[in-house]
């Protein structure tokens, strides 16, 4: 049901881990994610902790579904002195080139404790059925 697009993912999380880079718009980070097929649905989970539901951005075209989120810098007190900051920031950008068995058109989005889901209808198209045979009831003899 789903393409990977992206086969340098993990190697571009190694890079960002040790040279501690964030995302921005025209580079950005990916975000992790599970997907599976729940009954008719695809399910899609992206992990956007500490990520406003108005900084995430959902894209449909065609069959390329685009999710960018935006992680913002908490504002502080003037008195505040960062101690440690592992959490980053910035851009973060997942693409996905989805299957034609798929309703792009029906796709629900859902964002509860840091987890975008997303649920993806499996078009009817595309869900097995049972084919009757039909026949003739009155069959014709061949004489000769």
């Keep these: ?82 101690e440690l900051s592992e959490r980053p920031l910035g851009v973060f950008s997942r693409q996905l080139m989805l299957a034609d068995t798929l309703d792009t058109e029906h796709i629900k989005a859902d964002y509860d404790a840091g987890v975008l889901t997303l649920r993806i209808p499996i078009a009817e198209r595309a869900k097995p059925r049972k084919i009757t045979i039909g026949g003739d009831a009155s069959r014709k003899e061949i004489s000769g």
């Design 1 to 82: 049901m789903l393409m990977r697009t992206d086969p340098f993912r993990e190697l571009d999380r190694l890079t960002q881990q040790l040279l501690g880079t964030s995302g921005t718009w025209s580079r950005p980070s990916t975000m992790p994610m599970d997907a599976y097929r729940e009954g008719d649905e695809y399910v899609i989970a992206l992990d956007l902790p500490g990520v406003s539901p108005d900084a995430i951005d959902i894209d449909v075209e065609r069959n390329m579904l685009t999710v960018k989120a935006e992680r913002r810098p908490v504002t502080k007190a003037d008195d505040v002195q960062m």
